[in-house]
Each structure stands twice: as C-alpha cells, then as structure tokens.
C-alpha cells in the first residue's frame, strides 16, 4: 500500500503542474504509467491512450537500451516495423547533411518532445522515405517523445498524426514534455508478478483457404499476428524476417483440419507481449475459414481506459480505481491524503452515477 500512496501522490503532484485544462488525461496517463506492468505490455497500452488522447493516426514506443541502441519496438500500424522500413530509415539519415538525426543521437538527447520537428521540412515531405513509410499509413506529422531519467535512455514515443489533424501544438508538446517523468515510471524495477486480464479484447479477423493458407487479414488482426510472429527482440528489423501470413500459417498447421470439419474452437497463446486468443469458426457455403484473433487487455488498464472515458474528475478517477481493487474506505483515504468522510463522499457519488450499490457490481460496469 505505501508504493501505491506514493504513486498517487506523485500523479496528485503532476495535476498541479500541468493544470486543470487535461486533468482527465493526465489522472488516466499517469495511473496507467504506474500501473507495475512489464514495460512490453504497458508501452502498447500507453501507445493507444496516448493515439485516443492526442487524436493520433499511430503511435509506437522504441526501446533503447542504456547507451542509445535500438533495441526493440512496437507500433499501432504492425506494417510500419519491418526491415524495409528499419533499412529507408537509416539510408535517409545517410543521405545528406543532417538529414534526420539517428534514433541513438535522439534519446541521448535527454527527456525532450519535438526533436525530430525541425527534420520534417520540405525535403522530408518530398523524400521517397516519406512515401515509403509515413505517407503510406496516412502521416504527416511526427513527434518524439524521448523517455529519460537523467542517468540513461529508456527509448521514444513515435506519435504520428495525418494531415488531417494537423501538427502539433506548442501547449501541447509542452504538455507532453511534462509527463515524461511520470511516463518514465512504467520501466520501474517493482512490477506486478502475475497480470490479470479482463474479459475484454481487441478483436480482429482472418481468412484463411481450405489449403490452411492466410488469404486475408484486417489491421487488427496483423497486429496479433504481428506479435506472434516476433517473440524474440529486432526480429522485425532482419532481412530474413518471416511474413506474418506465413509464420500464421504455421500457428493454425496443427488445427487446420478440425477447423475443416466445421468445427469451433479456440486456444490461447502467451508470449512477452501478453495473451493472445484465436478461435476457427467454419464459414458455411465458403471456401473461407474465419479465424478470430484478439489480444486481451489488462484489467488494470481497462479499468483505466474506462474512467477516462467518463470523463470523471481526478480525486474520483482514483476513488473509484481503489475501490474496485478491494481496497478498504479507510485505506482509500489513506492513499490518497483525504478524510475518511471525503472517500465516502466520492464512493457515495460514484454508486450513485453508475447505478450501482457495491465495488464489485462497479467493477463489472467498468469492464462491461
């Protein structure tokens, strides 16, 4: 209980900081940040609050290692990790006279937003590494979030935002700039030992022909595929990478032919990235089987996700956390440095918008 009261006083600390005008966010990044997940499953998690918060296209987290390399990576768009990319990358930055800066000599840069800004001119725009990587997903604008504690690197945020949407504040770099010590607590050396998943997940889809070969896959789908495929760090970055169709091919070999039978079933993978669920289910009057992948979410972030979408106020997102992780009035209280009468206050008002009249009937609201 102490890690956690330190926790919330540190995210209590940064809404004073930042202001009143994103405290919704802040209270909801913050609480996700220190959330004691494993950096590979909480990155992903921060990447698509971050793409909901800032109206993003895509967003990916690169990971460095303590003296700059690129050590690993993942992104909302699974297509723009590869080794076609990771090789127009660095012929870009080869190509001219402070082209665009190394991905080493940007997170040596120290905890800063916007490095990369200045880089984005009418030569970038122009390049056939822009049409290549950025123009194909739909982006035009890219910002940096590089994750630094002062002592060493931890990698950088790619936030990437299409035409459409527009570049990137001033207010809201700054913003961003802000959290990034607190962002910096999702590679805290306390984590949780087991993780507990919601029944939640992002589903996507498959087709695959009655020869067990993958004919088509949706972008949700691709990123399961995508995480099952490299289970091992840089994979995504060698010439020799597998295609993801064809690493999932051999995923289903094992259960093509119940599959073919008409049968429905579904079995779980784990890997680093987290849980993976698939399932068969036969198309009737089709040559197509369906093959169902989602990646489960993390109750905890779930539950997170939820309250910041309610839009509720910070003191309340945090009650209303507590209280659906079994904790007592009065520890609730303790944790976050207000009376035992103001907790209930707040638990009195959050039963009372949500049409509920225990934690657990809250919980099952939260994560419905």
Not at 75 to 102: E, K
Not at 171 to 181: M, Q, V
Not at 230 to 247: G, H, M, V
Not at 313 to 331: D, I, S, Y
Request: proline residues 4%; glycine residues 4%.
């Amino acid at each position: 209980m102490h890690q956690l009261s330190s926790n919330l006083v540190n995210i209590k600390l940064l809404l004073n900081d930042v202001g009143y005008k994103r405290n919704n966010d802040t209270t909801a990044i913050g609480l996700m940040s220190y959330s004691g997940l494993q950096s590979l499953q909480l990155m992903p998690e921060l990447c698509k609050l971050l793409q909901d918060t800032f109206n993003l296209a895509e967003a990916g987290f690169f990971w460095s290692d303590i003296d700059g390399n690129f050590q690993d990576a993942w992104c909302t768009a699974p297509h723009f990790l590869s080794f076609d990319v990771i090789a127009s990358c660095a012929q870009y930055q080869a190509s001219g006279n402070r082209t665009w800066p190394t991905f080493t000599e940007n997170v040596l840069m120290g905890a800063v937003c916007g490095y990369l800004l200045p880089f984005q001119n009418a030569r970038f725009y122009a390049s056939e590494h822009y049409e290549k990587c950025y123009a194909k997903i739909g982006v035009r604008h890219v910002l940096d979030l590089v994750l630094h504690d002062g002592v060493r690197p931890y990698g950088s945020f790619l936030l990437m935002r299409s035409a459409e949407n527009g570049p990137f504040k001033p207010d809201e770099r700054s913003y961003l700039e802000k959290l990034i010590p607190t962002i910096t607590a999702a590679f805290s050396p306390v984590k949780r030992s087991e993780v507990a998943y919601s029944d939640q997940t992002n589903d996507g889809f498959a087709l695959i022909s009655r020869e067990g070969k993958t004919t088509f896959m949706d972008t949700k789908a691709a990123s399961v595929a995508w995480a099952l495929t490299y289970e091992t760090p840089f994979a995504f970055a060698r010439p020799d990478a597998p295609k993801l169709s064809e690493n999932l091919n051999e995923i289903i070999k094992p259960y093509i032919s119940r599959a073919l039978t008409g049968e429905r079933f579904s079995w779980v993978i784990e890997n680093r990235w987290g849980r993976f669920n698939l399932s068969f289910n036969q198309q009737y009057e089709s040559d197509q089987i369906m093959l169902h992948m989602s990646k489960s979410t993390p109750l905890y972030t779930q539950i997170i996700n939820k309250l910041h979408k309610l839009d509720l106020p910070p003191m309340r997102q945090m009650v209303a956390l507590l209280l659906v992780l079994n904790h007592t009035r009065q520890e609730i209280a303790s944790a976050l440095g207000i009376t035992l009468e103001t907790a209930t206050s707040h638990i009195k008002t959050l039963y009372k918008e949500s049409n509920t009249q225990s934690s657990h009937a809250l919980l099952l609201k939260l994560i419905g």
